[in-house]
């Protein structure tokens, strides 16, 4: 059983900042890929970040020089600073990981997790 605990959402101005953060918990036996995504209403569900456990990273073309993803290994966590935010980046936010895990037999298999989501609106 894997758990996600989002937090950092909000209201803030256009030129606005903040800062995500995505807890795992749970049974991870190796936490490989984290990753923040976004679905604004009407749209689809797309990739904003995402970092490997090196530290690789990879953006949106849309989020490239605004956002920045880092991730503590030994605290399980992901964050995401979003600095000149815009209104077009009001969506809900979601984190992602892939891990090696045990599935419901037990054996060891590469499985992924959703969060629950947060919302971030940018709004004058």
């Known amino acids: 059983q894997v758990q996600l605990e989002e937090s950092g959402g909000g209201t803030v101005s256009p030129g606005g900042s903040l800062r995500l953060s995505c807890v795992a918990s749970?049974?991870?036996?190796?936490?490989?890929?984290m990753g923040w995504y976004r679905q604004a209403p009407g749209k689809q569900r797309e990739l904003v970040a995402t970092?490997?456990?090196?530290?690789?990273?990879n953006y949106a073309d849309s989020v490239k020089g605004r956002f920045t993803i880092s991730r503590d290994n030994a605290k399980k966590t992901a964050y995401l600073e979003m600095n000149r935010l815009k209104p077009e980046d009001t969506a809900v936010y979601y984190c992602?990981?892939?891990?090696?895990?045990?599935?419901?037999?037990?054996?060891?298999?590469?499985?992924?997790?959703w969060g629950q989501g947060t919302q971030v609106t940018v709004s004058s």
């Open positions: 992602k990981v892939d891990y090696l895990g045990q599935n419901s037999d037990y054996e060891y298999e590469d499985l992924e997790y």
């Open positions: 749970g049974t991870i036996l190796s936490l490989d890929v």
């Open positions: 970092i490997t456990m090196r530290g690789s990273t």
